[in-house]
């Protein structure tokens, strides 16, 4: 059963305008969230995450926003770019420490953005 | 600073044989972890190590077996392949800072017919 949700297979935004991704997850003992871009051929990279303390937080163009109650955590791309034409992956970090490089992740969005 | 590197990039088995991926970290990263992606889905984690010792592992068989050494690269093996096995396998070594903050290679494409 997956625990990490990401519903929308592709998401197609115009450029300057914003994209939002959206995740959800079931496990309430997760307390740390990641968001990860993957381009074709290439290993997925780090974007930006959040912990379940707070309920915001913004790297630049890119802002994480957790709802515990809904368990639910979105990504605001603002203004999106052509650049930002990937794959984008949620993951939540296994509960228990100890073991970081546990991630659990959903099956993804591609985003395209369209000049 | 040299990145993560994996090889080989691609490669064909046949069912029942065995494989081994290899895995170089990135300079001054001491753990390593090893995810299976299958078609169409995300990343799923296999086993991850922490100065050479295996200190955690997801929902894979023993036959899925890891290693890592002094200098932190890693391999992958895999015995008796099935055809479920057929997935890209990326390596991520991170140094800890940044929780969850993972460091990927660019995969091994393993293809079991």
């Known amino acids: 059963d997956q625990q990490v949700k990401q519903n929308s297979p592709s998401l197609s935004v115009q450029e300057g305008r914003i994209s939002i991704l959206n995740c959800d997850y079931t496990?309430?003992?997760?307390?740390?969230f990641l968001w990860y871009k993957k381009y074709p051929a290439e290993g997925p990279t780090f974007l930006i995450s959040i912990s379940s303390i707070k309920d915001k937080n913004e790297d630049g163009r890119f802002t994480v926003f957790l709802n515990k109650s809904a368990k639910h955590l979105s990504l605001h791309i603002v203004p999106s770019q052509p650049g930002d034409s990937a794959v984008y992956f949620c993951a939540a970090m296994h509960p228990g420490g100890g073991s970081q490089g546990n991630l659990i992740f959903g099956k993804g969005t591609k985003l395209s953005v369209k000049p | 600073e040299t990145g993560v590197t994996q090889s080989p990039t691609h490669l064909i088995k046949t069912r029942g044989q065995q494989v081994t991926l290899r895995c170089s970290s990135q300079s001054g990263h001491n753990t390593v972890s090893w995810y299976q992606q299958a078609l169409g889905q995300g990343p799923q984690f296999i086993f991850q190590?922490?100065?050479?010792?295996?200190?955690g592992r997801g929902n894979f068989p023993p036959r899925f077996s890891g290693l890592q050494f002094p200098n932190y690269s890693s391999e992958l093996n895999v015995n008796a392949l099935e055809l479920d096995d057929s997935a890209l396998y990326l390596c991520?070594?991170?140094?800890?800072?940044?929780?969850?903050?993972?460091?990927f290679g660019e995969g091994s494409r393993l293809t079991v017919l």
């Open positions: 190590y922490y100065r050479e010792e295996e200190n």
């Open positions: 496990n309430s003992m997760f307390d740390y």
């Open positions: 991520a070594s991170s140094d800890g800072r940044v929780p969850g903050e993972l460091f």
